[in-house]
Nanobody
Framework: EQLVESGGGLVQAGGSLRLSCAVS????????MSWYRQAPGKEREWVAA????????NYADFVKGRFTISRDNAKNTVYLQMSSLKPEDTAVYYC?????????????WGKGTLVTVSS
């Protein structure tokens, strides 16, 4: 399986970016998708999630109202639209595909894309 993030880059505070994560090698529509991020010197933290059908989303408090997660099951892609970016949003952003089969959790990760927000 392969998860490939793209869309990161350098942006000024207050700006916007859209991240994409293209998924191959697994049945995308079976997986809930999430975005995580890891800032330099910090632990990886969860940012947003969307159900396999795309009918429900959830966000960390620190991005609510600024970030939007969405997915296109026809394109096997999940997106993270980021607006009103702040310097503290600077991090490597990772996408995650997760499903449960019985009690077993199956997790797949991308290699990440760097987002840098300048003040």
């Amino acid at each position: 399986e392969q998860l490939v993030e793209s869309g990161g880059g350098l942006v000024q505070a207050g700006g916007s970016l859209r991240l994409s994560c293209a998924v191959s090698g697994l049945t995308f529509s079976n997986y809930a998708m999430s975005w995580y991020r890891q800032a330099p010197g910090k632990e990886r933290e969860w940012v947003a999630a969307i159900t396999s059908a795309g009918d429900s989303t959830n966000y960390a408090d620190f991005v609510k109202g600024r970030f939007t997660i969405s997915r296109d099951n026809a394109k096997n892609t999940v997106y993270l639209q980021m607006s009103s970016l702040k310097p503290e949003d600077t991090a490597v952003y990772y996408c995650n595909a997760r499903r449960f089969i019985g009690r077993s959790k199956m997790d797949h990760w991308g290699k990440g894309t760097l987002v840098t927000v300048s003040s």
